[in-house]
């Protein structure tokens, strides 16, 4: 994750948007201090997620210790999970409300919660296509009897291996999502000095045309170029 990223103000109306579209246990308000104790980003992965978080070891405080208690722990349990790992001095600065760090926790949360909904759904179409294949192998094969314990293993190799491919693809979507996540911020970064350099020859500019000595010597020293 990208702490120095810079978010535009239509990725923060974008990320609000999202936000406001989840059912929360309270409003947001001021989004730092809402978000300090990391009770409410448990709650954003319990409602895409319920599966993979007990919502009940996060709880709301306003104490420092407490707050530290509960990023620490959804570090380690969930955010690990999706390449997410805070640093001591982030959750510091969670914690603290420093301004814009939740908001670039929330921005590559969301990017990661949208990558793994499309690997599940794509983890559930390989297991249907699989059903279905099943279903018209029985169908174009004379059936012959198998021992409970042959049937049981072929299903657990079958599981098997179709988990493995999901994990696959899921490491290669995460690896291309941050590849092009680094690729977005270098071209915003490369924008934003031309924007600078812009302003400033802008700058240069009126500063020549509104000093008459500089733009007299300008002048001449434009005329003799010419002679």
């Given at each position: 994750?990208?702490?120095?990223?810079?978010?535009d103000?239509?990725?923060?109306?974008?990320?609000?948007?999202w936000?406001?579209?989840?059912?929360?246990?309270?409003?947001?308000?001021?989004?730092?201090?809402?978000?300090?104790?990391?009770?409410?980003?448990?709650?954003?992965?319990?409602?895409?997620?319920?599966?993979?978080?007990?919502?009940?070891?996060?709880?709301?405080?306003?104490?420092?210790?407490?707050?530290?208690?509960?990023?620490?722990?959804?570090?380690?349990?969930?955010?690990?999970?999706?390449?997410?790992?805070?640093?001591?001095?982030?959750?510091?600065?969670?914690?603290?409300?420093?301004?814009?760090?939740?908001?670039?926790?929330?921005?590559?949360?969301?990017?990661?919660?949208?990558?793994?909904?499309?690997?599940?759904?794509?983890?559930?179409?390989?297991?249907?296509?699989?059903?279905?294949?099943?279903?018209?192998?029985?169908?174009?094969?004379?059936?012959?009897r198998?021992?409970?314990?042959?049937?049981?293993?072929?299903?657990?190799?079958?599981?098997?291996?179709?988990?493995?491919?999901?994990?696959?693809?899921?490491?290669?979507?995460?690896?291309?999502?941050?590849?092009?996540?680094?690729?977005?911020?270098?071209i915003?970064?490369?924008?934003?000095?031309?924007?600078?350099?812009?302003?400033?020859?802008?700058?240069?500019?009126?500063?020549?045309?509104?000093?008459?000595?500089?733009?007299?010597?300008?002048?001449?020293?434009?005329?003799?170029?010419?002679?």
């Amino acid at each position: 994750m990208i702490w120095e990223s810079e978010l535009d103000e239509s990725n923060l109306q974008e990320l609000y948007s999202w936000i406001d579209e989840i059912p929360l246990s309270k409003p947001k308000r001021k989004i730092q201090r809402d978000f300090s104790d990391g009770a409410m980003v448990a709650e954003i992965v319990y409602y895409y997620f319920p599966d993979i978080i007990n919502i009940n070891n996060y709880i709301s405080t306003i104490s420092f210790n407490q707050k530290r208690l509960n990023w620490q722990m959804l570090n380690k349990n969930v955010l690990d999970r999706f390449d997410l790992h805070l640093s001591e001095m982030i959750i510091n600065d969670l914690s603290n409300a420093k301004l814009r760090t939740i908001e670039i926790l929330l921005f590559y949360l969301k990017l990661k919660i949208n990558e793994e909904i499309q690997l599940r759904q794509e983890h559930q179409t390989l297991l249907s296509l699989s059903t279905v294949d099943s279903i018209n192998d029985k169908k174009s094969i004379v059936p012959k009897r198998t021992s409970r314990n042959g049937q049981l293993t072929e299903n657990i190799t079958s599981k098997s291996t179709y988990w493995s491919t999901y994990e696959q693809l899921r490491k290669q979507c995460l690896k291309q999502q941050e590849d092009i996540e680094i690729l977005q911020m270098k071209i915003y970064r490369l924008e934003r000095v031309t924007q600078l350099k812009d302003n400033r020859i802008n700058e240069l500019s009126r500063t020549i045309q509104d000093c008459p000595h500089i733009r007299s010597n300008t002048i001449i020293n434009n005329k003799f170029k010419k002679t």
